[in-house]
């Protein structure tokens, strides 16, 4: 895909942070590294995803307005995400979520963030998880300044990579997509075929054919789900597309597992 095609996520920020701040963040690395000219005078800012299974090429595109239905419109078949910064403290922005949300749903963009600081326990202190997602069950939730129950009595322990705070928990999201721009197709490795020395009877024969054709068929349906993974999971939250993507992920190892068990059996029965 051509880097005028690729991908878009529009950041937005209605608080404290700007969405060019906030996209340094992610990208980690300076503003005038890697941007795009997308027309009009609109900058975009490439940004490299790598995953287990795939890599592709994204556009963070920072929104200075406030208005979401004011991003330019020769734009809008490239938008798949939208990340949207508030400020917790601030009541008035549930008001303009139904905004944000409908924006989402008319376009059928995927991915939809809203980022804070921190979230209130108490209603009367600021918007709370209840009220951010009673607004808007399309746009899940993360707060860059969350602490995991354990960070005090352990200020020593290592990463949690399965449960990461902050800007890493967004990119964990991003990375839990599958963009329109990845071909999994073109990853999925081909199962070899086994290796035999010694001169096979025709009921080893059959028993390898049959072999042969289940890891083709678990192959084949892995990928057909894993296609099919962005209308399967349309509906679903950040979570619940997430645990899906770790069971393909499961299912892709396990596979793996059994093909290099037989190889290394096969390779002892030939000696």
């Known amino acids: 895909m051509s880097e005028s095609n690729l991908p878009i996520i529009v950041v937005c920020s209605e608080g404290a942070k ?6 340094d963040n992610l990208r980690k690395e300076s503003t005038d590294k ?3 000219d997308l027309g009009n005078d ?3 800012y490439k940004f490299h995803n790598v995953t287990k299974y795939y890599e ?3 556009i963070f595109l920072s929104h200075e307005s406030k208005h979401i239905n004011l991003v330019p419109v020769e734009l809008l078949d490239r938008i798949e995400g939208v990340i949207i910064y508030f400020d917790s403290d601030n009541k008035d922005f549930l ?14 963009i995927e991915f939809g963030i809203l980022l804070c600081s921190e979230l209130y326990d108490n209603p009367l202190d600021g918007i709370t998880y209840k009220e951010s997602k009673e607004f808007s069950s399309v746009l899940d939730v993360i707060e860059l300044d969350r ?5 005090d009595e352990e200020p020593c322990a290592a990463v949690n990579h399965h449960d990461p705070l902050g800007y890493d928990e967004v990119l964990q999201a ?11 197709k073109k990853k999925m490795p081909q199962p070899k ?4 020395e010694k001169v096979a009877s025709e009921e080893e024969k059959t028993v390898d054919a049959d072999s042969l054709e289940a890891e083709l068929s678990g192959f084949e349906q892995l990928l057909t789900e894993v296609m099919a993974f962005k209308e399967t999971t349309a509906s679903w939250s950040r979570n619940e597309r997430l645990a899906y993507a770790e069971k393909f992920a499961d299912a892709f190892d396990n596979l793996l597992q059994n093909k290099v068990l037989d190889e290394d059996s096969s390779d002892s029965d030939s000696h």
């Not at 602490?147 to 960070?151: E, H, L």
């Not at 075929?193 to 035999?196: F, G, I």
């Open 18 to 23: 700007n969405s060019q701040e906030i996209i």
């Open 147 to 151: 602490k995991r129950d354990n960070d």
């Open 95 to 108: 008001h303009k979520l139904p905004i944000y949300a409908n924006f989402i749903e008319r376009n059928n």
């Open 174 to 184: 991003i990375r839990a997509i599958i963009w329109s721009n990845v071909d999994m």
């Open 42 to 44: 609109v900058v975009g």
């Open 193 to 196: 075929l086994p290796r035999k």
């Open 56 to 58: 592709n090429d994204l």
């Open 34 to 36: 890697n941007t795009i």
